[in-house]
Structure formats: C-alpha cells, structure tokens
C-alpha cells in the first residue's frame, strides 16, 4: 500500500541554521510527491511538489528532490527564519489508487532567532 | 481562481450535542472533497472523501458522517459528539490537472473543543 514516513519532531534551530526534514515514501505505482506546511491555527498551504523521479521542487528556499532509488523526499533549506517555524508534512498522491493523498503525521519546527 | 471557505472558524460544544461543519468550493467544477482530523499535536486523519454529489466514502469508522448535497457543498455531521471528537477539522479539495499531477488544497479549518 501507500504511506509516508516523517522525521519525528520537533525540531528546534537557530535562525540561519540549515534544515533538513527526511522523507521517505512506499506506494504501489508512480506517485506525485508533495511537502505542505501548517502555520499555527490555519490550513496546510503548498510549499512545493515533484511529479517524477529526479525532480526538484523549489519554493521560498525549500527544496526537495524526488529519488526514486532510496523513496526518498527530504525537505530542505540552507537557511531557516524565524518566520519558518511551522509543521511541515510530506505527502503523496498515487493515480494507481484514485489519487488519494497519504500524509506523513507532520514535523514540527521552531526556529528561534 | 479557487477559494474554500469553512465555518464556523471555532466551535465549543457541550458532550452529546449535534454537530454541522460545512465547507464549501468555489472556482471549480466537480472536484473531489475531503474532510480530514488532526488532533493535538498529531497529523492528518481522513475521515471522509467524495467523488461526487451524493457519494462518500468513510475512512475510519466513528460517529460522525458526511453529505455532499451539492457539487460544491461538503458537511460533517454529527447527532452526539464525544469529548474525542475534539480536534481541527480541516475540508480540502483537489482535482487533476491537465499537467503537473494532482493537487490538494486545504481550507482555514475549524477549531472544534467538546467539553
């Protein structure tokens, strides 16, 4: 089946530190692969996606890169703010199963200046 | 462009009272809706999805249920809430582009406390 799997958190960093939240993945086809984010008290918002392997999403100075090889979609970025802090998830979506999408239970990062 | 609005933004209810949260669509044509739970400091749970009016599938059995009365509408129901029904309710949608692969979009969420 589908699922996502999360770094635990929470992670805490000093402004400027750099970031790396892990990801990896198992699904039963060729999935879509996706990092949202969560600010206190409001909805999920889109950071970034790939659609197929080898991909680079970029957004706001996140990246992440779809590997194929090791199922893997770590979130990163090489300086983090303040204004970072946030829970981010890792999610896919799976054409093979109705393109549902499978959410990682969700990382919670503060940065703190 | 595509807008999900839900209400109420907060919600207090007392144990055993009835619930409605309603979600709603604009800016699109026939997308599949979703109803998710996220408890305190926990991740996503998917209560509910739709493909189409009228059609809900339920994900995890509890005693709450959805409708879909309209292409745009989504409401999470409840005749009795429990004090574990306390949580963020958040209402997505999403459809398949063209190109680029699927999408989700999530709602601002409703804060529901059940005292």
């Known amino acids: 089946g589908n699922s996502v799997t999360q770094m635990e958190g929470p992670v805490t960093l000093s402004e400027e530190a750099f970031l790396t939240i892990n990801c990896t993945y198992t699904a039963t086809g060729y999935p879509s692969l996706f990092w949202y984010v969560q600010y206190p008290g409001e909805g999920l918002q889109l950071l970034l996606k790939?659609?197929?392997?080898?991909d680079k999403g970029s957004n706001k100075g996140f990246e992440a890169t779809y590997r194929k090889e090791t199922t893997s979609f770590h979130l990163e970025k090489g300086s983090v703010q303040v204004s970072d802090s946030a829970v981010y998830f890792c999610?896919?979506?799976?054409?093979?199963?109705?393109?549902?999408?499978?959410f990682g239970t969700g990382t919670s990062l503060t940065v703190i200046p | 462009s595509q807008t999900i609005h839900q209400w109420p933004a907060t919600l207090v209810q007392p144990v055993g009272s009835p619930l409605s949260l309603e979600c709603t669509v604009e800016?699109?044509?026939?997308?599949?809706l979703y109803w998710y739970r996220q408890a305190a400091g926990r991740g996503l749970q998917l209560l509910f999805y739709s493909v189409g009016i009228g059609q809900i599938s339920s994900e995890v059995p509890q005693n709450l249920s959805a409708s879909r009365p309209q292409d745009r509408q989504f409401i999470l129901s409840s005749k009795k809430l429990l004090l574990s029904d306390s949580g963020f309710y958040l209402c997505?949608?999403?459809?398949?582009?063209?190109?680029?692969?699927?999408?989700?979009?999530f709602g601002p969420g409703t804060r529901l406390t059940v005292t």
């Open positions: 999610a896919l979506s799976d054409r093979s199963t109705g393109n549902q999408f499978y």
């Open positions: 800016g699109t044509s026939n997308p599949n």
């Open positions: 790939a659609t197929k392997a080898d």
């Open positions: 997505a949608w999403s459809v398949l582009p063209l190109s680029g692969g699927p999408q989700q979009y």
